[in-house]
């Protein structure tokens, strides 16, 4: 296998999907806000390998799904993609470790199995590229291997993981700050969601935890949810 | 070890089956009812976007329980498209609650309109005069809050809406003078949310966070908050959540026996029943039958004509955009800035076209609306992928753009056309993670579905233009909406030519219903929620008198 098409092996295409493009834009996605493509592609039939111990190198920081260097990459990829300007930007927000945290439940493990690689590819590639790993590449460089992940070509493993980056980034900028995203919030503010009830009902008092909360409601604190 | 048995298991909570469970609970007789989704309360609908739009809360993950769909000649690819919220209520939950009436014509396109060639549309068994009564009942009992304006196509109604209409946004009015301009007619969207308190519910607070959400107020009118409580609270009726069917049994006689299912804890259960009800989706229903094999049915139950999951419908789509900057025309405009909720107009002049002279007779529905709040799915359409994709800087200024701008839609609920490559079936060699092989969907699109959604589209634009926006944005004109879905068990007189009888009964297991969305022959130019909660009520009468007997 060349190192080109690792990604496609990594994430592996669902068959013939031809038509995702055209239906991408369908109402369901209106309600539902990313639906299909974007939780991260299929399941093999045969049972999966488990997935790697869920600490693979000893780690400095509070991160649990990725190494230290896939941190690093993770955390300039977000960067690239919403920086701080005269607005909080994507690590003001936590980002990467609303990431990092969202990948370690349970019910996502194939997302987590499909997502993480890709960000190894992407250091690999500013390697190749640039000689220096993605976090210590220029600006203009990470732009350019970002944007060379996006235009990929629909079917290709690496406008893939694009795809479910953006929308990572999205729900740990603009979601429930309870997962660890959005701090301060941040996000709702630049894009001016000030609608927020949550339960508008609940209790102020009582700290709101959407993980935990699904965790229960879907499987009631049971495991493999 | 079986349960003992009860005269009606229902499989499925949401409007097919919740109307049913109130109606034999209501004359007395024994009900369970085996929802695979979890029961949700009141207190557990929290406006969180991740919760309800990216998680395993409604719909379930593609790895664990995926549906295949392709277009006809394609291979399979597996999504989560064609679920409906897998929970009490089912997709009532979280439903917009656009309550519609089908009009007399949708019962007899074939005769009035005929059948394009390519589609195999057929008249219904049973008129529009036949459902209205039960239209009447289901809004009445669900609370449905609207008001019925004359108009050249409004459908005959015996009084108006139960609940008087919500609060609407001052955009209305505009949407009303840009009709009118146009000699068309905005009419009022009926909602199934309380614009008051109703029988011991709270009425809407205009929260703004609706459609995808669930309601905590217990205002939006899903099975949950309405049917389901009044059902338990007849002492006749027992909601098992979290238990799903995975086949129904038959007897020496070939009649319906039991329920097999997997209760909460994951253990096999057999609930036997005099009459058993399929009521899970027109994909889900159709997926239970075919999955239900014997010796007296080898190719599913009921299923002697193979017309089990044929004729798959859902509604046709499309939808426009018309972008208002807050900044730049807030003063000319001074509606923009109020934050009221409902748009709540429809068109609906193009339901039937007069001739063929734009190619089409059937159309449908526009409905106005303001753009959905989820700023996570905002924000992915806004950063968009591929060549048109953008980030960094750019995709900020996008961001803040829309910050400071209001978007004003419509969406199409179009014909879409049933044919026979459009269909249901299962592949046993991709399963769920109950072991259970999943529904395949193969899709061909009727080439004039795409020419009526179009046109339709290009009159709502005509609307939004005269509204005089900074611009409006066209988001497609051939798509499907997989959450709006029917056919599959067609009902009809002939054996032959149809799945159920008229009363939505197996037309060859006496004892077998399926009362969702399954038995619609066509798809109307509406969605069809109400449609389906007021067919279940139909249905529950002729059932009581059958059980009577």
Known sequence: ?225 | MAKDSVDVCIIGSGAGGAPLALELGRAGFKVVVLEKGAWYQQADFVHDEIMNSRRNFFMPLPWDEPHLWRTEGQPYARTNEAWTANCVGGGTVHMSGYFYRLKPIDFRQKTELGAPKGSNVVDWPITYKDLAPYYDKAEAELGVSGNAVPHPFAEPRSGNYPLPPLAEHPVSAEIDKAAKSLGWHAIPTARGILSKPYRGRDACVYCTLCGSYGCEHGAKSSTAASLIPAAIATGNVELRPKCMAKEITVDAKGLAKSVIYLDADGVEQEQPARIIVSSCTAVESARLLLNSKSSRFPNGLGNDNGLVGKNLLFSSFGQSKATFSVAKRGAELPWLTANMPFVNRSLQDFYVMPDDRFGFRKGGTLGFMWAHPNPIFAAVGIARKGENGVFGKALKDKLRTYRDSRVLEFEIYGEFLSNDSTYVGVDPNVKDKFGLPVAAITIKRHPLDFTMTKFLVDRGEEVLQAMNPDKVDRVGTAGETTILQGGTCRFGKDAATSVLDADCRSHVVKNLYVVDGSFLPTSGGVPLTLTIAANSFRVAQKMVASLKK
Not at chain 1, 202 to 210: F, I, M, Q, S, W
């Open chain 1, 1 to 225: 296998m060349t190192r080109e098409d690792e990604l496609d092996a990594l994430v592996p295409a669902p068959d013939g999907d031809d038509d995702i493009t055209r239906r991408v834009f369908v109402h369901h996605l209106t309600f539902f806000g990313g639906g299909v493509v974007l939780l991260g592609g299929c399941k093999e039939d045969k049972p999966a390998a488990p997935p790697p111990a869920l600490v693979k190198a000893p780690l400095t920081v509070s991160h649990k799904t990725f190494t230290d260097a896939e941190w690093a990459t993770l955390s300039a990829a977000c960067d690239r993609m919403i920086p701080r300007d005269e607005d909080p930007g994507a690590l003001d927000a936590k980002v990467p470790e609303y990431i990092d945290r969202m990948l370690q439940t349970e019910a996502l493990q194939q997302m987590r199995a499909n997502f993480v690689p890709g960000v190894a590819a992407l250091d690999r590639r500013a390697q190749r590229m640039f000689q220096v790993p993605f976090a210590q590449a220029k600006p203009e460089q990470q732009d350019e291997l970002l944007t060379l992940f996006k235009n990929s070509g629909e079917k290709t493993g690496e406008a893939r993981w694009y795809e479910m980056f953006v929308v990572l980034v999205m729900e740990g900028f603009l979601g429930d700050p309870s997962y660890g995203g959005n701090q301060g919030e941040v996000g709702w503010k630049l894009v001016g969601f000030n609608l927020v009830g949550r339960n508008v009902k609940g209790d102020p008092k009582a700290p709101y935890d959407g993980s935990q909360r699904l965790h229960q409601l879907v499987c009631g604190g049971g495991k493999g949810c």
